[in-house]
C-alpha cells in the first residue's frame, strides 16, 4: 500500500459543485500539505497542517478550506468549484527531525476537472 | 514575496553527458534545500536535500548549495535517459517550489 493515499484519482464536477479530495498516510509524520500543480506554475501551497489542531493558509487558500480529522487524514474541500480550479492537487507530508526537516512525501495526485 | 526560480528548460543532454539545473531563492534566511524528480504524469519524488554550503553527492546526482549568492544546483553526472524528467527545487521553510526545469537526455 502508498505511504500517502489519495482519493478519488480523477474527478470531472460541474461549476458550482462541493468537491472534497481526501488524503490519508501512514507515514507516522505530523506535517501534512495540500499544493495544485498548473502547467508553468510548479507546485503551489493550499493549505498545511504542522499537527492535528494546527491549519494554516498557503500562498492561494481563497475558495478551498481543510478538515484535518486526524494526524492521519487531511482533507480539501472546494466549496463551490469554479473552472480555473482545475488542476493537479497533490498531498504532502513531511516529518521534522533532529537533523532538521525531512523531504516531502507526495501522494498520487488527484487530476480534478471542473467543467 | 518569496521566490524560488528555475529555468524552464527545456534542457537537453547527449547520454552520458554532465546535466547541470539551477536554482535561485529570495529568502536569505533559508536552511534547507530540496531536489525533487517528477516524471510526466506521476507524483514528485525527493532525491536530494542540502543544508550546508558546498557540494553534497550521491551517486550520480551532486547538489551544490551557496547561500552568500542564494543559488542551489543539481548536477547528474553520466546523464540516462531515464533521468529525463522535470526536475524540482524546493526551499523547505517555505514551503516553496520552483515552476521546474525539463530535462531530456538523448540516447
Known amino acids: 500500500d502508498a505511504d500517502v493515499t489519495q482519493t478519488p484519482r480523477n474527478r470531472i464536477t460541474k461549476t458550482g459543485k462541493r468537491i472534497m479530495l481526501e488524503c490519508s498516510q501512514t507515514?507516522?509524520?505530523?506535517?501534512m500539505y495540500w499544493y495544485r500543480q498548473d502547467p508553468g506554475l510548479g507546485l503551489r501551497l493550499i493549505y498545511y497542517?504542522?499537527?492535528?489542531?494546527?491549519?494554516n493558509k498557503g500562498e492561494i487558500s481563497d475558495g478551498y478550506s481543510v478538515s484535518r480529522q486526524a494526524q492521519a487524514k487531511f482533507s480539501l474541500s472546494l466549496e463551490s468549484a469554479i473552472p480555473n480550479q482545475t488542476a493537479l492537487y497533490f498531498c504532502?507530508?513531511?516529518?521534522?527531525?533532529?537533523?532538521?526537516?525531512?523531504?516531502?512525501?507526495f501522494g498520487s495526485g488527484t487530476r480534478l476537472t471542473v467543467v | 514575496q518569496k521566490e524560488v526560480e528555475q529555468n524552464s528548460g527545456p534542457l537537453s543532454v547527449p547520454e552520458g553527458a554532465i546535466a547541470s539545473l539551477n536554482c535561485t531563492y529570495s529568502?536569505?534566511?533559508?536552511?534547507?534545500f530540496f531536489w525533487y524528480r517528477q516524471y510526466s504524469g506521476k507524483s514528485p519524488e525527493l532525491i536530494m536535500f542540502?543544508?550546508?554550503?558546498g557540494d553534497k553527492e550521491d551517486g550520480r546526482f551532486t547538489a551544490q548549495l551557496n547561500k552568500a549568492s542564494q543559488y542551489v544546483s543539481l548536477l547528474i553526472r553520466d546523464s540516462q535517459p531515464s533521468d529525463s524528467a522535470t526536475y524540482l527545487c524546493?526551499?523547505?521553510?517555505?514551503?516553496?517550489f520552483g515552476a521546474g526545469t525539463r530535462l531530456t537526455v538523448k540516447p
Open positions: 497542517s504542522f499537527d492535528v489542531k494546527d491549519i
Open positions: 507515514k507516522g509524520h505530523d506535517r
Open positions: 529568502d536569505r534566511g533559508s536552511q534547507s
Open positions: 524546493a526551499v523547505n521553510e517555505d514551503m516553496r
Open positions: 504532502a507530508t513531511s516529518d521534522l527531525t533532529t537533523t532538521g526537516a525531512e523531504g516531502y512525501t
Open positions: 542540502i543544508y550546508s554550503n
